[in-house]
C-alpha cells in the first residue's frame, strides 16, 4: 500500500478564498483523522470518522470548517472563506486497530498559507 | 476531556541515554502511544502501551504505569538522526479510537 495520500503538499491562498485539502486513506483502514498542526497549538484533532461517519468533529474551529468521507477512500476537509490563522499543516491519518495497539498512519500533510 | 504533560524540549549527547516523560489526566484511559516527527515531516509511530510495564522496540522502550498516569519514552544508544520530535498521546476506551496528543518534546542530540 502507498500509505496515507494528501492533496496538495502545499497551497498558498489569499484571505477569503475557498480551500479544499484532500486524503485517501489505508485500505483496509475503517478510521480517518483529521489533524492541525501549528507551533503554538501543537496536533489538534479537528474531526474523526469511522465506517464514512464522523463520530467527533467537537475540534472543528467554527462554522468555515467542513470534512466530508463520502466512501472509504476518500475525504475532504473544506475551509470557507479562508483566514490567516489558518495557516498550519493538516494531516490526515487512518487508524491500524489490529492487535489492539491503534497505530495511526500518517499522510506527509497539507501545508496551507493563507495571505 | 484530556490533558497531557511532556517537556518542551531534551537535550543529549550522541551514545547517551535519555528519558522522555508523559504524564496524563484523562477519564476512560485505554492506551499510551509515542510517535516521531522529524522537522518538516509526518508523525511516525514508535510504541504503544495498554498495560503497566516496559515494551522494548530496538534502541527505543516506552513504560507505563497505569496508577501513575505516567509514561516514559526511552531511547539508548542515541545517533544524530533520533534529534527530532517526540509526541505522547493518549488513547480513550470510549468504544471509538480517538488519539489525543501531547505539545511534544524537541530532542536535540549533539556531537
Known amino acids: 500500500d502507498a500509505g496515507v495520500i494528501q492533496s496538495p503538499r502545499h497551497e498558498v491562498t489569499e484571505m477569503g478564498q475557498e480551500v479544499t485539502l484532500r486524503c485517501k486513506p489505508i485500505s483496509g483502514h475503517n478510521s480517518l483523522f483529521w489533524y492541525r498542526q501549528t507551533m503554538m497549538r501543537g496536533l489538534e484533532l479537528l474531526i474523526y470518522?469511522?465506517?464514512?461517519?464522523?463520530?467527533?468533529d467537537s475540534g472543528m474551529p467554527e462554522d468555515r470548517f467542513s470534512a466530508k468521507m463520502p466512501n472509504a477512500s476518500f475525504s475532504t476537509l473544506k475551509i470557507q472563506p479562508s483566514e490567516p490563522r489558518d495557516s498550519a499543516v493538516y494531516f490526515c491519518?487512518?487508524?491500524?486497530?489490529?492487535?489492539?495497539?491503534?497505530?495511526?498512519?500518517f499522510g506527509e500533510g497539507s501545508r496551507l498559507t493563507v495571505l | 476531556g484530556q490533558s497531557l504533560e511532556q517537556p518542551s524540549e531534551v537535550t543529549a549527547v550522541e551514545g547517551a541515554i535519555v528519558q522522555i516523560n508523559c504524564t496524563y489526566q484523562?477519564?476512560?484511559?485505554?492506551?499510551l502511544s509515542w510517535y516521531q516527527q522529524h522537522d518538516g515531516g509526518a508523525p511516525t509511530f514508535l510504541s504503544y502501551n495498554a498495560l503497566d510495564g516496559l515494551e522494548e522496540t530496538g534502541r527505543f522502550s516506552s513504560f507505563l504505569s497505569r496508577s501513575d498516569s505516567y509514561g516514559y519514552l526511552l531511547l539508548q544508544e542515541l545517533q544524530m538522526k533520533d534529534s527530532a520530535s517526540y509526541f505522547c498521546?493518549?488513547?480513550?476506551?470510549?468504544?471509538?479510537?480517538?488519539?489525543?496528543f501531547g505539545k511534544g518534546t524537541m530532542l536535540l542530540v549533539s556531537p
Open positions: 484523562t477519564s476512560g484511559f485505554y492506551g
Open positions: 491519518a487512518s487508524l491500524d486497530e489490529a492487535g489492539g495497539r491503534r497505530e495511526l498512519f
Open positions: 470518522f469511522n465506517n464514512n461517519v464522523p463520530i467527533d
Open positions: 498521546a493518549v488513547s480513550l476506551n470510549s468504544g471509538y479510537s480517538t488519539l489525543t
